[in-house]
């Protein structure tokens, strides 16, 4: 279903996920602008309406807003407090910032959580000078994340023991940080959900994900896990965006722990598209980049069921510091069976940068996992 009137949504961030919202838009009849931070981002090349600049300045966001009926945003690092009198300008943002504001902070996201009731790891703040002794309860090895702008393994350091805790909370830059226990988990599991303003929700397939040095590797769907787990994890989703009132589309990430007495933990929400969903847009009836155009303009949601028996994302990412298109590496990706490339536009490789990802389809989930293993082969021997 199309809009009445031609809707005009912001976006703020210019990166590859801005960039891939740009098909869904013009597929739902929407219109896109983006506020990016320099002329190079990915999205600058199929969003003409474009502002550039930074992304927390309220004047750039502002500028923005013109002729905007809503505004959303590609990543969580914003300053609630410099957007917050737009509101009184009558900009709408979605999700909104109440929405945003448990989130953006590992830590009060944790309390969030716990205060309904949700599954989380245990977990305290801590800062240089504080007893350690108070970590016992959450033994060692624990997990010691940057409560601010973590992302791809950034702002996290497992610490073995007490004695190397210094060492480790200087490595993440001397900041506040969230103390939690180490989750010997099976799987790392990861769920898109979307709420629209009515209410209406819809959850995306189950996935698993690999990591490789705290970076997504690649992405499994259906997810290998008991029909039962599928089905709590959707629980927590409903009642993840339920209890934060969101609009658009949130990434869940999860500990699948089945050795535990509760056997699904949440690690981390991101209020957005996410690259948990990437294989949505070829694998679901609905992409992840429709479901929350949909989300935050108000539409009926889509239908968000695979439509292909099996699917494998694979991340294409950075293992040198150098200026490379990789167009060898990318043709013979293309050509493996039931392919589906994206390449992000970059211009600058390093080590462990999101540079594109292929998707690939089939019948059956073990011979698409070995597709997806070739094309890992095929990457590293050209990256």
């Given amino acids: 279903m199309r809009p009445e009137t031609r809707v005009t949504v912001g976006v703020i961030g210019g990166g590859q996920l801005a960039w891939m919202l740009a098909p869904a838009a013009r597929h739902l009849g929407l219109q896109l602008r983006v506020l990016a931070s320099s002329e190079q981002e990915p ?77 989380v790891p245990q977990f305290q703040s801590w800062d240089l000078g504080q007893e350690t002794a108070g970590l016992e309860k959450l033994g060692w090895p624990l997990v010691l994340k940057a409560r601010r702008q973590g992302y791809d393994g950034r702002g996290t350091q497992i610490v073995p023991h007490a004695q190397d805790l210094e060492a480790a909370w200087t490595h993440l830059g001397s900041v506040p940080v969230l103390v939690e226990q180490f989750v010997p988990f099976r799987k790392e599991l990861a769920v898109m959900v979307a709420r629209s303003p009515s209410g209406e929700i819809a959850v995306h397939p189950v996935v698993e994900t690999e990591q490789d040095n705290q970076v997504c590797r690649r992405v499994i769907a259906p997810a290998r896990v008991p029909l039962a787990v599928q089905l709590q994890v959707e629980q927590i989703a409903h009642q993840i965006v339920s209890s ?21 933990l949440i690690n981390e929400i991101a209020p957005r598209p996410h690259n948990s969903g990437h294989f949505s847009i070829e694998a679901c009836v609905t992409s992840q980049f429709e479901q929350h155009l949909r989300a935050i303009a108000g539409l009926p949601l889509g239908d968000p069921s695979l439509k292909a028996s099996a699917a494998v994302m694979v991340n294409l990412l950075g293992y040198e510091s150098i200026t490379n298109e990789y167009l060898q590496a990318r043709q013979r990706l293309s050509e493996l069976p039931g392919a589906h490339l994206h390449w992000y536009g970059k211009t ?36």
């Avoid at 934060?244 to 699904?264: A, K, R, S, T």
């Fill in 43 to 119: 999205a600058l090349r199929v969003i003409p309406e474009s502002v550039l600049g930074d992304l927390s300045d309220p004047a750039r966001i502002r500028q923005l807003a013109q002729g905007t009926q809503v505004i959303t945003f590609e990543n969580e690092f914003v300053d609630l407090d410099r957007l917050r009198p737009l509101l009184a300008e009558g900009v709408r943002f979605r999700p909104s910032l109440e929405s945003l504001a448990p989130l953006l902070d590992k830590y009060t996201q944790r309390l969030h959580l716990q205060a309904q009731g949700l599954p």
């Fill in 244 to 264: 934060l009132d969101g609009m658009g589309i949130f990434g869940v990430e999860l500990f699948w722990v089945p050795q535990w007495q509760n056997p699904v």
């Fill in 348 to 383: 600058e490789a390093r080590p462990g940068r999101k540079l594109g990802h292929i998707t690939l389809l089939g019948e059956n989930l073990e011979a698409v996992l070995t597709l997806a293993d070739q094309a890992e082969a095929i990457w590293r021997r050209q990256a």
